[in-house]
């Protein structure tokens, strides 16, 4: 009787970035190989392994990853080397998307599949896989492995599959390899916020969608303030001000966010009405004694005029009253393909819900996002809200390079009541590289269509034409 061995085949592959579960978040197409990858990023690499010969002898093999390198970037490339992070250009790998050693199950493949594994690139020689079931003949196994790439911009990397039956690290090379995956790592682009770009001539064309809730401004110095001392002031973010002899003209002149709340209290020389205010969504503080107040209070659109403040050497109690809130996001409602700057897919609202404003996290769209939609609920307001004020949405955003540098990205934000009750919508086409802050006021009628301030939802919407 004639026993026919296994003879293997690396027909296919995959990339992933590592920012959920099996089969979520593919770059590109099965078999193609990603235009860009960062260093210091973890991704996951599944490759489709196919029994060809209609095997009659159950080998149970062990399949294991190596690797080559052109440091030059082309493909001259060097030895085949078993994967370890032991070597300088792959760093060890924890990830909670997937388990090492956990069992796969069919994504790319569309023959018999027999069995497959999740492997963490490490300290083990080859990331080998564990004893995997034995062939049946002309069947398929697909193993997925998690790596990231230390600082080797500029390099050009090609992987392979071995396998050994049942020995470990496998040490053979597969009979046949119809598709291999060769990719460039690079550093990644340092994201440009406004406050770290002082002039951006030559920032064009990114590629994901960034946005922010914004913050605050401090006013510091107040015993006297004079005519016309505090001009304007567009929304106020837990801000304060704190005990100062001069606050002359403009001392505040704008600030973010949906805000919170502000608070005159008694002075002993303030004439005529001593306040305008803008209202908007959000929640309370206040200012109490312009002597001495401390740091972070005021949050809303105030205008004091020289005919509304005159001398207030002593600013106390119940001269001036004004509750006003602000709404920042407080869970996630729709995600999709956005994820944090870390690359995070859950509680997506927490980079955002900052107060004041932080541009150190964010959340962002994929690359080339097509219509890709991220919502978020909103804080319920504390009381009943006064639909005469100002009512202010406000955020930041801006697009991270593609690797062409020329890549159009649209984006549309919309102040939602429910998933599906449009209030407000905004459109900003051909988005560019330098953060813009948009502070959105709401008219009459878009204002009269809040019937229920406890179900609104802030919506972005990415596309790239």
């Known amino acids: 009787m004639t026993h026919q061995v296994a003879v293997w085949n690396q027909q296919t592959f995959a990339w992933y970035t590592d920012a959920g579960g099996e089969g979520t978040n593919q770059i590109g197409t099965t078999g193609s190989n990603p235009t860009t ?34 440091a030059a970037g082309g493909t001259s490339f060097g030895a085949w080397t078993a994967i370890t992070s032991g070597n300088a250009a792959f760093t060890a790998v924890s990830t909670a998307s997937v388990t090492d050693g956990a069992t796969t199950t069919q994504q790319i493949g569309a023959g018999t599949f027999n069995d497959g594994e999740f492997s963490y690139v490490d300290a083990g020689s080859t990331a080998p896989t564990n004893t995997l079931t034995a062939t049946g003949g002309s069947d398929e196994y697909e193993v997925e492995w998690v790596l990231e790439f230390a600082a080797v911009g500029g390099q050009n990397f090609e992987f392979r599959v ?112 001593t306040l305008v205010a803008n209202s908007a969504l959000g929640s309370a503080t206040s200012v109490q004694s312009a002597s001495n107040v401390s740091s972070p209070v005021t949050t809303q659109t105030y205008v004091f005029t020289a005919t509304n403040v005159q001398s207030a050497s002593a600013v106390s109690t119940t001269a001036l009253s004004q509750d006003i809130e602000r709404l920042p996001p407080d869970g996630d409602d729709v995600v999709g393909s956005w994820t944090t700057d870390l690359g995070g897919s859950t509680n997506l609202f927490q980079s955002i819900d900052e107060d004041p404003f932080n541009d150190s996290d964010y959340v962002q769209s994929e690359l080339s996002p097509q ?69 959105q006021t709401l008219s009459a009628g878009q204002v009269s269509a809040i019937t229920n301030y406890a179900d609104l939802r802030l919506e972005f919407d990415a596309n790239a034409p």
């Open 162 to 273: 071995i396998w050994d039956d049942g020995t470990t690290p496998p040490a053979t090379a597969l009979d046949t390899y119809t598709a291999t995956t060769q990719v460039s790592p690079s550093a990644p682009v340092n994201t440009l916020l406004a406050d770290n770009v002082s002039s951006a001539s030559a920032v064009s064309s990114p590629a994901a969608v960034i946005t922010r809730i914004l913050d605050a401004t401090n006013v510091q110095s107040a015993s006297t303030v004079s005519t016309t001392a505090i001009l304007q002031t567009h929304i106020l973010d837990a801000t304060n001000v704190q005990s100062a002899s001069t606050v002359s003209d403009a001392a505040i002149i704008q600030t973010h966010i949906i805000g919170a709340a502000t608070s005159a209290q008694s002075a002993s020389n303030v004439s005529n009405p």
């Open 371 to 439: 219509s890709s939609v991220a919502r978020f609920t909103l804080t319920n307001p504390s009381g009943a809200v006064d639909i005469a004020s100002d009512h202010k949405v406000q955020y930041r955003y801006y697009k991270e390079l593609d690797a062409a540098g020329v890549q159009q990205l649209d984006l549309v934000v919309r102040l939602k009541q429910g998933a599906s009750t449009v209030v407000a919508t905004w459109t900003h086409s051909n988005i560019t590289g330098t953060v813009v802050q948009a502070v």
């Open 37 to 70: 990858l960062d260093t210091n990023t973890q991704y996951r690499l599944r490759y489709l392994i196919q029994e060809t010969a209609g095997s009659t002898v159950a080998e149970t093999p062990v399949f294991g990853l190596e690797f080559r390198v052109d």
